[in-house]
């Protein structure tokens, strides 16, 4: 099975966002899916429950508090994807038992410089995992909300291209991901000309995930 790792110690940067879309991309391509939230707010636990009853619904595991050493033993043998959605403020080594059984680590960043700032502490961390260190686990950087027609965001991509951790994709701003959440869906479900358009925005991550 492939396990991606979404992470940030940013609150608001977009983590359950990445994880749920995710995690419904490869359900909706036939793929097994188990969303694992370690989150103690449950929003990805409460994203899967709300879609249980779509073909394409994703098995959520919780993962939270205790249940954060076990959760390996959860999912199932024939899982053939897993998502990894983890709480605001952790660190890598708060991480590690996720970090352990990851192919990839995706990170989303808002591209503000407080945002930026505090990502820095966070990578800080990851690379003294020696997998990470040594080339041997990929981490890709997601510009999240991104605004590309502003100063500011142009200038926050152009800071992070000079980091040692690709970007891997830009998401741009819109309200239907907040929207989509609450019914459980995600923009993956719909084929709408102005959904496409925001689809697109994943495929370099969706590459990248797959190249891992």
Same mark, same amino acid.
């Given at each position: 099975?492939?396990?991606?790792?979404?992470?940030?110690?940013?609150?608001?940067?977009?983590?359950?966002? @990445?994880? #749920?879309?995710?995690?419904?991309?490869? /359900?909706?391509?036939? *793929?097994?899916?188990?969303?694992? !939230? =370690?989150? %103690?707010?449950?929003?990805?636990?409460?994203?899967?429950?709300?879609?249980?009853? @779509?073909? #394409?619904?994703?098995?959520?595991?919780? /993962?939270?508090?205790? *249940?954060?050493?076990?959760?390996? !033993? =959860?999912? %199932?043998?024939?899982?053939?994807?897993?998502?990894?959605?983890?709480?605001?403020?952790?660190?890598?080594?708060?991480?590690?038992?996720?970090?352990?059984?990851?192919?990839?680590?995706?990170?989303?960043?808002?591209?503000?410089?407080?945002?930026?700032?505090?990502?820095?502490?966070?990578?800080?961390?990851?690379?003294?995992?020696?997998?990470?260190?040594?080339?041997?686990?990929?981490?890709?950087?997601?510009?999240?909300?991104?605004?590309?027609?502003?100063?500011?965001?142009?200038?926050?991509?152009?800071?992070?291209?000079?980091?040692?951790?690709?970007?891997?994709?830009?998401?741009?701003?819109?309200?239907?991901?907040?929207?989509?959440?609450?019914?459980?869906?995600?923009?993956?479900?719909?084929?709408?000309?102005?959904?496409?358009?925001?689809?697109?925005?994943?495929?370099?991550?969706?590459?990248?995930?797959?190249?891992?």
């Amino acid at each position: 099975m492939k396990t991606i790792l979404v992470a940030s110690s940013k609150g608001g940067a977009g983590k359950t966002t @990445l994880a #749920s879309n995710l995690a419904a991309h490869f /359900a909706l391509d036939g *793929k097994r899916t188990v969303l694992v !939230d =370690a989150d %103690p707010q449950g929003s990805s636990m409460h994203w899967a429950q709300r879609r249980a009853e @779509l073909e #394409s619904a994703v098995l959520p595991i919780d /993962a939270s508090g205790a *249940k954060k050493r076990g959760w390996r !033993d =959860a999912v %199932p043998a024939d899982a053939e994807r897993v998502v990894i959605d983890v709480p605001a403020g952790a660190m890598a080594d708060d991480l590690a038992p996720f970090i352990e059984h990851a192919d990839a680590i995706v990170v989303p960043v808002i591209p503000s410089g407080i945002d930026i700032e505090a990502t820095v502490g966070f990578l800080n961390t990851l690379a003294k995992v020696p997998r990470i260190h040594k080339r041997k686990l990929p981490v890709g950087l997601v510009v999240n909300r991104s605004k590309p027609w502003t100063n500011a965001s142009q200038q926050a991509v152009e800071m992070l291209k000079t980091w040692p951790y690709p970007v891997v994709a830009q998401l741009r701003d819109t309200q239907a991901y907040v929207v989509l959440a609450g019914l459980g869906r995600s923009l993956f479900d719909y084929r709408s000309a102005q959904v496409r358009d925001h689809q697109s925005d994943w495929d370099p991550l969706l590459r990248w995930v797959k190249k891992a």
